[in-house]
């Protein structure tokens, strides 16, 4: 499968890791929209992944190496965003806005994941 179709012909969803085929149906019916771009203003085309909620980019990643990863990182990236990961929540959906737990704000443990 070459970046051409995987990018302009959709078939980008077979790429997608089987553990992330569930969140990306969630997202989905959330309004999240997932595409491909060409840049071809640079001296080589680069194609970014990207997801886009309600007109705010969420999150873009260069698939033109690594297309798997690029996907990948993006749907993560939009669970972030989406506050689907458990702990997270949004609070002003429109702004993108999204409260943090004080667990999450380095009082639970430093940067090596150690508690304090």
Not at 31 to 59: H, I, M, R
């Amino acid at each position: 499968m070459n970046l051409q179709d995987i990018a302009v012909h959709g078939e980008w969803r077979e790429l997608v890791a089987p553990g992330l085929r569930g969140p990306l149906k969630r997202l989905e019916a959330q309004g999240v929209t997932f595409f491909w771009q060409c840049q071809d203003n640079l001296p080589t085309d680069k194609y970014l992944f990207s997801a886009e909620l309600d007109g705010t980019v969420l999150a873009t990643r260069d698939g033109s190496e690594i297309p798997r990863q690029a996907i990948s990182e993006v749907i993560l990236a939009a669970m972030a965003a989406c506050g689907t990961f458990s702990g997270l929540s949004r609070t002003v959906p429109s702004a993108g806005a999204r409260s943090i737990p004080d667990s999450m704000m380095g009082q639970g443990s430093d940067q090596k994941g150690r508690q304090r």
